[in-house]
């Protein structure tokens, strides 16, 4: 009698969480993105992902390397060190907000706070910062924030992302919400993240080369030539949906953020190389 | 008698514009509010082109242009319905694309 | 439509007056170092639709074609806003180097002096509006040569 | 306020390499602001670069030239820890100079 109940128990629970249970780990997701780009180009070092197009593009990657002369984000860095380093009015400044005083640790975000129960991103970490200290939250998709992150991210340059997703159903349910996110067609258009990033890497789409989903997040903030500054992730994914015809979500809405979550953890053990520059 | 059926025939000169008039607008309302609630249930699946299709719908409104104002509300209404749709494939479709999936 | 006009106008008015003042108070910083003369700047040359008669405004004579100047510049733009290009030449006695962008509304996009001891070389970024052919002349013992390569762009570099 | 000019400039083989990025809008005067209006021309005419008191370098740029301008040159002729002094002035008139130290 006990256990036909312990196994109509278990059954229920089987029942109620299938997709979970079923669903492949995080870990197993990363390793089967890093294998199926490795197969689809197999002439790419694995480090390069990170660089997007130019990984793929032996002409665009010459003008890249070009710029990186003189990059064109150097005076929006200096900026950012500069504001980064600049008391508050109260006198403190970020590095009380962050381990290791912020220096080096663009590698570890975004992170879920078990506490709070949501992603928290390097740029919400900024805002919520200031806002901790008496100042004002910045716009979230350009200008100083990105300034700010830009600057955060040279101080990692060429650390390995370590994104951890805590043994935790609202961690992990983030995690899929970002992945559900990525892969989920949108817009008049119809279209996915992945059916550019994941279908069609290395393809033209009109005057666009597309990059692999492997690395993405790891070269912003990016300075873009479209936009002639520097913009942060969110703005990139703004710019994507509304690329589709969908409307776009807010930059640091809890879907971005679940997003960013699953796809800078698909770039776990990939080198932080922001900022960058991009067409 | 005369002055009596005059005026009936004017007020019916005057009514008959008039009623054609409040029935574009009633239709127009009715079919633009019904856009909208559609594209509520959209979620985050909204599209910009239903947005946009809308408030092309109200400026015609504005302007008194009541035809091409519900021709619009009923071209949003059908992108808000698209997008919805979209929105309910997408909640297990999305799983087909998974690398390694 | 004349509201736009005079707002336009207005705007100019005071864009100019602002400047007047700046001037006129020492706002315009001044620094230790003196600014450069701009007083020679040519300022035809750079208002001057087309590549040879750019050229012609800007060094009273025309190029001719040389294999020894080299361009390094890409095949497609991946933007026309920033378009790497580098020119290098074998040519002897080299004074002055300019970059043309045939389709721009103005061909001009700079020229250089190079002064004995400096090399003929210079790489710059620029502008370009549409698919078009970038040219580089270069004044050799008092001669002017050019060479010529095609650009693809497919964002234009003039905003939008 | 720092410098809007960023320059290195690395001694080799009796060649100086200059590089160097200016801070500027660059602006053509064809583009337009987002209600409509036509962007001025704001953009550097003439950048200079000297050394030992004697120009090595001079351009002179219309508004084809990117924004943020980016610039190399190479000249004979400069030692490792001599000055270069880099100039610009635009078409409003303002301008900007920074000295660099050969590496």
Redesign the interface.
């Known amino acids: 009698m006990l256990k036909t109940k312990i196994i109509s128990v278990a059954l229920g629970v089987a029942l109620v969480v299938p997709y979970v249970l079923a669903a492949p780990t995080p870990e197993e997701d990363r390793k089967a993105a890093v294998e199926y780009y490795k197969q689809m180009f197999p002439d790419v070092q694995i480090n390069d992902f990170v660089n997007g197009q130019y990984a793929l593009n032996e002409d665009r990657r010459k003008q890249w390397e070009s710029l990186q002369d003189f990059p064109p984000y150097e005076f929006a860095v200096a900026e950012g060190q500069e504001m980064f380093e600049t008391p508050f009015a109260n006198g403190k400044t970020y590095a009380s907000c962050f381990d290791n005083e912020g220096i080096g640790v663009r590698q570890n975000y975004p992170h879920f706070d078990q506490s709070r129960k949501e992603v928290i991103t390097l740029e919400l970490a900024i805002n919520e910062c200031r806002e901790a200290n008496g100042e004002k939250a910045l716009r979230y998709k350009k200008g100083d924030i990105a300034s700010i992150s830009a600057y955060m991210a040279s101080t990692s340059n060429g650390k390995a992302f370590n994104i951890t997703i805590p043994d935790d159903p609202e961690a992990q349910a983030a995690y899929q919400d970002g992945k559900e996110f990525y892969y989920s067609r949108r817009g008049q258009l119809n279209f996915s993240c992945a059916s550019c990033h994941v279908q069609n890497p290395g393809k033209w789409i009109r005057a666009d080369f597309l990059s692999p989903a492997l690395g993405q997040p790891a070269s912003f903030p990016v300075h873009r030539s479209k936009w002639g500054e520097l913009g942060t992730l969110h703005r990139r994914f703004a710019g994507c949906n509304n690329n589709v015809r969908a409307k776009p979500l807010p930059a640091q809405s809890e879907e971005y953020r679940n997003l960013e979550y699953f796809l800078t953890y698909m770039s776990n053990g990939l080198p932080v190389v922001g900022p960058s520059t991009r067409p | 008698m005369n002055k009596t059926l005059l005026s009936v025939s004017l007020s019916l000169s005057l009514l008959v514009p008039l009623c054609a008039q409040a029935g574009a607008k009633e239709d127009f309302e009715k079919t633009y509010s019904e856009a909208v609630s559609t594209n509520e249930n959209a979620g985050n699946f909204q599209w910009t082109t239903t947005f946009s299709t809308l408030k092309a719908a109200k400026s015609a409104a504005e302007s008194g242009d009541y035809e091409e104002a519900n021709a619009m509300a009923s071209k949003a209404l059908k992108l808000a319905e698209e997008s919805v749709v979209q929105r309910k494939e997408q909640a297990t479709a999305w799983k087909s694309a998974v690398i390694g999936g | 439509m004349i509201d736009q006009t005079r707002r336009?106008l207005l705007?100019g008015v005071l864009?100019a007056g602002v400047?007047g003042i700046a001037?006129g108070s020492g706002l315009?910083?001044l620094?230790a170092?003196?600014?450069?003369?701009?007083s020679k700047?040519?300022k035809k040359a750079?208002a001057t639709p087309g590549v040879d008669e750019t050229i012609a405004e800007l060094y009273g004579m025309e190029a001719e074609e040389s294999d020894k100047i080299s361009m390094d510049l890409?095949?497609?733009?991946?933007?026309g806003?920033?378009?790497?290009v580098?020119v290098e030449t074998s040519l002897p006695n080299v004074t002055g180097i300019a970059l043309l962008?045939a389709k721009?509304?103005?061909a001009?996009?700079?020229?250089?002096?190079?002064?004995k001891?400096?090399?003929p070389?210079?790489?710059?970024?620029?502008?370009?509006a549409e698919t078009t052919d970038v040219v580089a002349v270069v004044i050799s013992d008092g001669k002017a040569y050019k060479a010529t390569q095609n650009v693809k762009v497919?964002?234009g570099?003039?905003?939008? | 306020m720092a410098s809007s000019i960023r320059a290195r400039a690395v001694e080799s083989g009796g060649v100086v390499s200059i590089k160097a990025l200016v801070r500027h809008p660059m602006d053509s005067g064809f583009v337009k602001d987002s209600a409509g209006n036509i962007i001025p021309p704001h953009f550097i005419q003439k950048l200079t670069i000297s050394h030992d008191g004697k120009n090595v370098f001079v351009a002179d740029w219309g508004p084809a030239v990117s924004k943020d301008p980016f610039l190399e040159c190479r000249f004979e002729g400069g030692k490792k820890g001599d000055k270069l002094t880099i100039s610009w002035i635009d078409n409003k008139g303002e301008s900007d100079s920074t000295t660099a130290t050969i590496a």
């Open positions: 336009g705007k864009g400047a001037l315009v910083p620094r170092l003196a600014a450069p003369d701009a700047w040519p750079f890409p095949t497609i733009a991946q933007n806003a920033v378009v790497p580098k962008v721009n509304p103005n001009l996009a700079a020229t250089f002096e190079i002064p001891g400096t090399l070389f210079i790489s710059n970024r620029l502008k370009m497919t964002v570099g003039c905003g939008g």
